[in-house]
Each structure stands twice: as structure tokens, then as C-alpha cells.
């Protein structure tokens, strides 16, 4: 028995006659939905995981001396030059520091940071790290140390994570830090492994080796000099009040210092993750064109061998626009069915690339990235329609005497 | 038996080829009552089929008027003479010209389903197919599971389907043999005795032998 609606019967009818032909072109559509969908699923999740990282410093600015240019600088203007140069422009003096702390203090702390990138020696092994000179406190205060204790003496250090697998360190390990060939080279202790801290913008100590002030000083001097300033913003509202206050008071004569909050980092980086999605995700757009060539052609197909049956049709009575619908619905069904299949392949696919390509499926069900699953599978149904739409309207218009002639 | 239910005022047909136009029909005027039984006759190319498609709404004449229970074909649209061919025109064909996709019982439903929007719970449609001789294991088979004599019962059935005013048949046993034919005809002769209007067309003497009247078309004119 056939049901009321006799015209999508017809549809599904001639779907499933032509079985081989209707999966394979629906097999395309379903290649262009996980296409699409996984990649787009990827972007989303590496942009969430990375704003989530970021979102951890968001209340946290950096003070940096002015260089000209270019914001984004790292730390450590190479070699041993910053020992006694009393150069301005490369450092944030002690009078800087009294400023921003005197502004920041209803908002929160700051604290001084001074690093270096040097030599160390771990008995035969030798490498570079970053060398950061911190106050006792703060070290307490900003740091988590994994294991073993926070440094007290001038001899005492604790490194990062990163450094401590690579360099082979261990609570109680000796680094001699320096070049010998340049001088005398400082033996300090190691006495705590760091927890990771992984990508941040104020303190990067997953490869760094985290001393004393005391200990930094008698290593490189630089007493009252600082590399850059930190501030921890109790409330993450006051940031950019912050901010501008902070340039305002140091750059009122000239540029002197940079203020970065991790906002533009993120947004860097948020751009820079989905242009490379949308970019990705166009070349799986190519998928699903491909996909819609091939569903053109089963249609026009389909029309072709049904001439006659629509000059049947047409001539007992069906209208154009029925005729019309016959072969759209026959395009839908292709789509829906390709998407269908397409969207549960997506979640599939799309899991094990986010988990190979981001490192962490936690965000996958967010409805930022799960969100891409209907996205694609409206995409891949809708192409399917409009590219019904022609040999429909083709159909549609056939003269009904010279569609019953065709054999 | 008296109000014209076809009526052709000076219908002409014609084809325009860039070889020069062709003329299919020219001045054709004819009446044909309710409950006539019709035979168009003439040799192939006469142009019996073409006037058979005016007639049937499936061509427009290129002049003339053609009238179909009163009503001026030539102010009507597609829509609307689609809709004449769903409802008050049945069509039988040489060639059957059963729907594959469907089976017996729905090629006989489907126009009832187009013209009412729901299926057949009248059993109107298994009525017809018995009237025909289709019973009810026959009808569950798709058209190409079944000989031309049944395929052309069910069609037969099918353009009874909406209960049409005309009954337009081409070469109805043209593809059948000589007793299926036979068979075919009494179903039709039968149609026409309970008071269904037929127009045939054929070039088998025999055949026409059951229709009241003859109508001769040569060269596109009525001879």
C-alpha cells in the first residue's frame, strides 16, 4: 500500500531502485559533511582549549621596558649585556617600580622580574635555559612548586618541568650556570621541581630555572634594574583601568614602558587558529562541491531515464509542480540521508581529530564544536537541493507528448 | 444522448520545422455527444493521433477552439488543463504507459490519490480492477511482472479511476493479439453500453466495428 503523500513515495521509490547509484551518490555528501564538520570541530576545540589557557592569565598584565616597534618581545636581549649597562631603554628601574606599584596597589600586586638567557652545565651535559630572578615571597606567592621546597638561600633554585626531564635534574642536582670561557660560572642547588605552567605570557618557567633576586644579582648585577614588571589584578574588571593608568603615569613624556594584557595574545592566537580553520575548511568545502557534481549527475540521470514516466505522469494528470517536487524530494532524500549518515560519521571521525590534532576532547561536546555537526549536515542537505533544483525544473517542463515517445 | 460533450470549431495543428511548417490538422470541426462511441480512423501520419491529443489535453491546437463540456480550452492554463486530464479525461494507450515504479493496485489508486489527497478507502479502485478481471493477487504485481492484455486491463481501470467524462483510447489493442484484443474491446464495448462517452482511434476496421460512428481524417482534414 502506498501512502498519502504518493509523490515522495515515487521519491523513495525511485531511490531504492536505483540503490548502487543513489549511496554512492550520497556517499559524496557524506564525505563533505565529516569533512567539513571534523575540521571545523578541530578549530573550535583548539581555539577553546588555547582561550581557556589564556582565560587562567586574563587578569594578569606585564610591564616591559619600551623598545620601539613591535610589542610582542621575549625576554633576555641576549648574551651576558645586561650585567651593568645602565641603558634606560632595556630595563624598568626602581623608580618605575615604585610608580606601578603605587598605582596598581588598590588593584592588586606587582612584582619585579628579572631573567637572562644563559648556559648551564648539569655535570657533562650542557644547554641554555632562562634564568629568572624573582623575591623569595613571590616565588611562595606565584609558583607551585610539584615537588620538593621553594628556594631560601642564594644558592637554592627550583626549575620547570620541561627543563628538569630534559636536563635529567632531580631535587639536590647542581647546575653551574654561566659561560666558563667568560667567566666564572655560579653552582646552584636545585631544591624544587615546578609544577607546569604551560603556555603563558607572564612567567615562562617550564624551561626556566627560578632563582632569588639576591641570586640573580650576584650573578649579573643589576641592582634596582629590572626586566619586566608583573601584575596580578584581583579583579579582573579593573584590568584595563589598570592598564592605562599604568601608561599614562610611566609614558606620560615619552613611550618608556609596554603594557600587554593577555587579551591580545588571545586574540592573536584565536585569529590566527581560525583563519587557519577557515582555510582548512574551505578545502573541505571542495569535498562537498565535488559531492554536488556527482548528485547533479545522478539527477540528470534520473531525469533522463524517467522521460517517459514523467510523460506518464504528465499525462494522467500530474501537475508541473508535482513533478517538480518528485525530483527535488529525490535530491532531499539523497542529501538527508548522505548528511544523516555524515553527521554520526563527523562525531566519530571528528573525535579522533580533535584527539590526535588538539591533545583533549573536553571541549569536544561544547556547543561551539558540536554546534559544526548540524552546521555540515545543513550544508551538505541544502547543496543537495539546490542541485536538484535543475534537473527538476528540467523535468518538470518536458512536453508531455514528447516525454511519452522516449523509450 | 444530445449535449455535445466535444466540441472542435476549425482546430488546426501546426508543427513550425525550419525545413517549413508542418500542417498535423487543419479546419477540423467536429461534435461528439454523451455516450457516443467514436472511431477516428485513417492511415498513419493522417493525423488521428494529434487530434486525439487535442482532444485529450495534452497538446494545444495552434488555432481553433476546442470545447470540452462547454467549457473553452483555449483560456485555460497548464494547470488547469492538467487538471482536466486528472479528472474528466480518461486516457488509454497503445503502450500502456503503466507507472514501473508502482504496482497494479497503485497505477489504478494514483490518480485518485493526485485528485483527492488520500488514499482509496471507497474500494473503488479494487471494484474497477475486478470489473476488468485484475484480482486480487494480480494486482499486488508491478507492471512488468504481467502481460500486455493485464497491463492494459489495469490501465483501462486507471482511467476509470476519477470517474472521467471522456474516455480517449490510442490503438488500445494495437499491442495485443487477436483474442486479447477482442477481450479488450468487450471491456470497452461494455463501458460504452453503460453510458461512458469513447473516442477511439484506430486503423483496424474490426476494432472501429464496435463504435457507432466513424471519423475519417486524411491529410489532417475530416474526409
Not at chain 1, 565529516?34 to 571545523?40: L, P, T
Not at chain 2, 473516442?199 to 483496424?204: A, D, R, S, Y
Request: include cysteine; proline fraction near 3%; charged fraction near 20%.
Amino acid at each position: 500500500m502506498i501512502g498519502k503523500d504518493i509523490i515522495l513515495a515515487l521519491s523513495m521509490r525511485s531511490v531504492r531502485l536505483h540503490f548502487l547509484r543513489s549511496v554512492l551518490a550520497a556517499l559524496g555528501i557524506v564525505i563533505g559533511v565529516v569533512a567539513i564538520a571534523s575540521i571545523g570541530m578541530m578549530g573550535a576545540n583548539m581555539t577553546l582549549s588555547v582561550t581557556e589557557e589564556l582565560s587562567d592569565m586574563a587578569n594578569k598584565l606585564t610591564v616591559t621596558p619600551y623598545r620601539g616597534g613591535g610589542g610582542g618581545m621575549m625576554m633576555g636581549p641576549g648574551g651576558g649585556g645586561g650585567s651593568s649597562s645602565d641603558d634606560d631603554d632595556d630595563v624598568i628601574d626602581e623608580d618605575q617600580f615604585r610608580d606601578i606599584e603605587r598605582i596598581t596597589a588598590k588593584y592588586g600586586t606587582a612584582y619585579t622580574v628579572r631573567s637572562e638567557s644563559d648556559r648551564v652545565e648539569i655535570g657533562s651535559d650542557t644547554g641554555r635555559a632562562t634564568i629568572y630572578g624573582l623575591d623569595a615571597e613571590i616565588i611562595r606567592e606565584i609558583l607551585t612548586v610539584e615537588t620538593g621546597e621553594y628556594p631560601k638561600s642564594t644558592t637554592s633554585v627550583v626549575v620547570g618541568p620541561t627543563l628538569a626531564e630534559r636536563l635529567g635534574l632531580k631535587i639536590g642536582s647542581k647546575i653551574d650556570i654561566g659561560d666558563p670561557d667568560e667567566g666564572s660560572t655560579t653552582t646552584v642547588r636545585v631544591v624544587g621541581i615546578l609544577e607546569e605552567r604551560g603556555m603563558t605570557m607572564d612567567l615562562s618557567t617550564d624551561m626556566a630555572i627560578v632563582g632569588t633576586d639576591r641570586l640573580f644579582v650576584g650573578i649579573y648585577g643589576g641592582e634596582g634594574e629590572y626586566d619586566q614588571v608583573n601584575v596580578v589584578v584581583s579583579d579582573i574588571e579593573n584590568v584595563d583601568a589598570v592598564k592605562t593608568a599604568i601608561e599614562e603615569e610611566l609614558n606620560r613624556q615619552e613611550d618608556t614602558v609596554t603594557v600587554q594584557d593577555s587579551s591580545r595574545m588571545m586574540e592573536s592566537i584565536t585569529a590566527t587558529v581560525s583563519t587557519m580553520t577557515t582555510f582548512v575548511m574551505a578545502i573541505a568545502g571542495i569535498s562537498l562541491l565535488v559531492a554536488a557534481v556527482s548528485i547533479f549527475n545522478v539527477m540528470m540521470m534520473s531525469v533522463n531515464e524517467r522521460i517517459r514516466e514523467i510523460g506518464i505522469l504528465r499525462s494522467i494528470g500530474t501537475q508541473r509542480t508535482e513533478i517538480l517536487r518528485m525530483f527535488i524530494y529525490e535530491a532531499g532524500i539523497l542529501g538527508l540521508v548522505g548528511a544523516a549518515i555524515g553527521a554520526v560519521a563527523s562525531i566519530v571521525i571528528g573525535y579522533i581529530v580533535v584527539l590526535g590534532m588538539v591533545g583533549s576532547t573536553e571541549y569536544f561536546f561544547a556547543p561551539a564544536s558540536i554546534g559544526y555537526v548540524p552546521m555540515a549536515m545543513a550544508v551538505g542537505a541544502a547543496i543537495c537541493v539546490v542541485t536538484g533544483v535543475y534537473p527538476a525544473w528540467r523535468a518538470s517542463n518536458l512536453d508531455p507528448i514528447e516525454a511519452l515517445r522516449a523509450e | 444522448m444530445s449535449s455535445p460533450v466535444i466540441e472542435l470549431d476549425n482546430v488546426a495543428k501546426v508543427y513550425p520545422l525550419p525545413s517549413g511548417d508542418v500542417t498535423a490538422l487543419s479546419g477540423i470541426s467536429l461534435t461528439i455527444d454523451e455516450g457516443e462511441f467514436v472511431a477516428i480512423m485513417g492511415p498513419s501520419g493522417s493525423g488521428k493521433s494529434t487530434l486525439l491529443n487535442q482532444i485529450g489535453c495534452l497538446d494545444r491546437p495552434t488555432s481553433g477552439d476546442l470545447f470540452l463540456a462547454g467549457k473553452n480550452t483555449r483560456k485555460m492554463d497548464d494547470r488547469e488543463l492538467t487538471g482536466l486530464r486528472l479528472s474528466s479525461i480518461g486516457y488509454i494507450f497503445q503502450k500502456f504507459n503503466l507507472i514501473p515504479l508502482l504496482s497494479a493496485y497503485e497505477n489504478v489508486e494514483y490518480p485518485y490519490i493526485v485528485k483527492h489527497r488520500r488514499n482509496d478507502d471507497t474500494g473503488r479502485v479494487r471494484n474497477l480492477l475486478a470489473q476488468v478481471g485484475i484480482d486480487k493477487s494480480l494486482s499486488a504485481h508491478k507492471p512488468n511482472e504481467l502481460s500486455g492484455g493485464q497491463q492494459q486491463r489495469i490501465a483501462i481501470a486507471r482511467a476509470l479511476v476519477n470517474d472521467p467524462a471522456i474516455l480517449l483510447c490510442d490503438e488500445p489493442t494495437g499491442n495485443l493479439d487477436s483474442r486479447t484484443s477482442l477481450q479488450i474491446m468487450e471491456i470497452l464495448a461494455d463501458l460504452h453500453g453503460r453510458g461512458r462517452t469513447l473516442v477511439m482511434v484506430t486503423h483496424n476496421p474490426e476494432t472501429a466495428g464496435y463504435a457507432d460512428r466513424t471519423i475519417t481524417i486524411r491529410d489532417g482534414r475530416v474526409a
